[in-house]
């Protein structure tokens, strides 16, 4: 069965620290992987998309792709407040995996 | 470029009865996927309409069911409701571009079964 891993939380950072998101898949052929932020209440929204190995920086977000390792990570840089949220993982191969998510607070 | 549309946001039902939640899609996305999410939950996947058409289906009993129109708007249909189905419904339209697929969500509607 195709998974998506992630720590639920949840994950207390301090402000103005990297928030460090982790995310594991089971199935190789996975070929392009997400990051959505989602607010208490909200829909998700997509943040950072992913296809091929290495870092993709967007701002204050980096996403890291290991294919080789089946993870991918998310790195928020000077936390705020604003990130306190949930962080969902999605990898797509033919169709949508998502993880549970990972609750992220951001102490000032 | 508008978003996806989700209508109602916030519906009331009672146990028993049947509802029907609607979804328009971003222009020139032709892929609508659903989803349910409950209190601490993560998304669990209904099901996903291509062209109008079941492209995949999810873990979910029979009184959940969907269709797509040739215009790409979709709607999905719970009947004999369930206190157990209070939830965000959650709709998601996508793309996909030089092979790789993209989701937007819209807002959800959010379902109180009393």
Redesign the interface.
Known sequence: QKEVEQNSGPLSVPEGAIASLNCTYSDRVS??F?W?RQYS??????IM?I?SNGDKEDGRFTAQLNKASQYVSLLIRDSQPSDSATY?C?V?NY??I????TKLIIKP | KAGVTQTPRYLIKTRGQQVTLSCSPISGHRSVSWYQQTPGQGLQFLFEYFSETQRNKGNFPGRFSGRQFSNSRSEMNVSTLELGDSALYLCASSWTHEGNTEAFFGQGTRLTVV
Request: charged residues 10%; without cysteine.
């Open positions: 070929q392009s997400f959505y209440g909200k829909s998700p929204e997509l998309s296809y969902l999605a797509n169709q949508l998502w993880g549970a998510g």
